[in-house]
Nanobody, 126 residues
Framework: VQLQASGGGLVQAGGSLGLSCAASGRTSSSYAMGWFRQAPGKEREFVAVITWSGGSTYYADSVKGRFTISGDNAKNTIYLQMNSLKLEDTAIYYC????????????????????WGQGTLVTVSS
């Protein structure tokens, strides 16, 4: 599976930005696809995840109510709509696939994800 993330850019605090991640290759209904981010000098952190089959979602507390993850199975693409952006949202955003996503909970540890996109930079300015 290859992942191609796009949509990053520069936005003012309080603004909105949308990211996309297109998957190519064989996908499966057992997959979950997530967004992670990594700010300079910080560890990679979980942002949001969506199941490929039923569209169930889960968010990090830091983005809940501001970010929305969605998916389009026909296009093998997931999206991350980011609203009310804050300075601390500045990071490189990565999409990733969890091939063996559990049915009863979501994995938030980036080390459990198998395939990764190249990352797209989001910069929030004051």
């Amino acid at each position: 599976v290859q992942l191609q993330a796009s949509g990053g850019g520069l936005v003012q605090a309080g603004g909105s930005l949308g990211l996309s991640c297109a998957a190519s290759g064989r996908t499966s209904s057992s997959y979950a696809m997530g967004w992670f981010r990594q700010a300079p000098g910080k560890e990679r952190e979980f942002v949001a995840v969506i199941t490929w089959s039923g569209g169930s979602t889960y968010y990090a507390d830091s983005v809940k109510g501001r970010f929305t993850i969605s998916g389009d199975n026909a296009k093998n693409t997931i999206y991350l709509q980011m609203n009310s952006l804050k300075l601390e949202d500045t990071a490189i955003y990565y999409c990733a696939v969890d091939r063996m996503a559990p049915r009863t909970y979501f994995r938030v540890n980036w080390k459990m994800y198998d395939y990764w996109g190249q990352g797209t930079l989001v910069t929030v300015s004051s």
